[in-house]
């Protein structure tokens, strides 16, 4: 703890750490369970959607399970709070693949949203010292003695 946190605004970070952890962990596990039942649909479309690209389709078909699975494993990840850190470097590099096939679709509004989830990760990555509530910490809001 900061020799200027009070035992409240240290209580205020940790929460605030995890709310957004956990908004992040949701938005992932969500996106990845409406996908599943109909994942070869939605690798067909994924692929179908990147045919006027360099891009093989054969690899975008490929590569959109991969990213069903890595939402998947991420969401639960941060939902617990577990490998919090490691979780958010997955994401963040998910990130980056995404900003990627959306610059080559030219969908750069889209493009403005990953950045949104790319300054969450940031930040959240930049304040691990916060991760408080989850696995990682033992859910433990409570001040360190110094």
Known sequence: MAATDSPSTLLDRRLGFALLRILLGVNMLGRSILRLPDLP????GMAAGFED???PSAFVYAF?????LAE???GILLILGWKTRWALV?????MCTLTF???LRE????????LVYGIAVSLLLFHTRYDA???DRGFSLKAEAH
């Open 41 to 44: 649909g939605f690798a067909s």
């Open 72 to 74: 998947t494993v991420i």
């Open 64 to 68: 959109a399970f991969v990213i069903v």
């Open 133 to 135: 509530v989850g696995i």
């Open 53 to 55: 690209t360099f891009l």
């Open 90 to 94: 997955a994401m963040g590099l998910l």
């Open 101 to 103: 096939g959306m610059i």
């Open 107 to 114: 969908q750069f509004g889209t493009v403005a949203n990953i």
